[in-house]
T-cell receptor
Framework: GQQVMQIPQYQHVQEGEDFTTYCNSS?????IQWYKQRPGGHPVFLIQ?????EVKKQKRLTFQFGEAKKNSSLHITATQTTDVGTYFC??????????FGDGTTLTVKP | DADVTQTPRNRITKTGKRIMLECSQT?????MYWYRQDPGLGLRLIYY???????NKGEISDGYSVSRQAQAKFSLSLESAIPNQTALYFC????????????FGSGTRLTVV
């Protein structure tokens, strides 16, 4: 079945450093979504990417979808303590099923 | 009020007991999902329902059952709870295309002793 792998599993950064998490699918995706889960909270939808090579920005967050629509990345510039949490990607196939990656947990040291 | 409400928020139960987790939504979405979250394992799909008459198994359905009582209600049952079902359970909803993502409830933390 479809597999979605996300790396790294954990990332510890100093406040102000950049952060990137990568998502790779075993199959071509129709779209990919990104979610953030704060400690003790539930996943919250951030964004959806649909087009090959698409890049979207939300303030300090930059999301990319690979040309082959099998990989994606989330980059945070100049992390802040409010960025802590676990970031999940969810890859959706043409069959309409979504598979979540295992997430990358970000900790930020002030 | 939350768009997706899960009850209870926390539950401790004994091995062998039957337990039901409930989910209700005010989003008006047709599609509802149950996920299980374990540390380091992300979100794994247990069951999903695309409308009231549609129930589908996810990747880890063994030991679980569901009921879609209405468009807005989707419950998850553990027929005979076992300790390795200790986890955080999330209910989620989406519209047909899910272009605005899944809306998750606040979760139920279940401990089986």
């Amino acid at each position: 079945g479809q597999q979605v792998m996300q790396i790294p599993q954990y990332q510890h950064v100093q406040e102000g450093e950049d952060f990137t998490t990568y998502c790779n699918s075993s199959t071509t995706l129709s779209n990919i979504q990104w979610y953030k889960q704060r400690p003790g909270g539930h996943p919250v939808f951030l964004i959806q990417l649909v087009k090959s090579g698409e890049v979207k920005k939300q303030k300090r967050l930059t999301f990319q979808f690979g040309e082959a629509k099998k990989n994606s990345s989330l980059h945070i510039t100049a992390t802040q303590t409010t960025d802590v949490g676990t970031y999940f990607c969810a890859g959706r196939t043409n069959a309409g099923k979504s598979t979540f990656g295992d997430g990358t947990t970000l900790t930020v040291k002030p | 009020d939350a768009d997706v409400t899960q009850t209870p928020r926390n539950r401790i139960t004994k091995t062998g007991k039957r337990i039901m987790l409930e989910c209700s939504q005010t989003k008006g979405h047709d599609r509802m999902y149950w996920y299980r979250q374990d540390p380091g394992l992300g979100l794994r799909l247990i069951y999903y329902s695309f409308d009231v008459k549609d129930i589908n198994k996810g990747e880890i359905s063994d030991g679980y059952s569901v009921s879609r009582q209405a468009q807005a209600k989707f419950s998850l049952s553990l027929e005979s709870a076992i300790p390795n079902q200790t986890a955080l359970y999330f209910c989620a909803t989406s519209d047909y295309r899910a272009n605005y993502g899944y809306t998750f409830g606040s979760g139920t933390r279940l401990t089986v002793v």
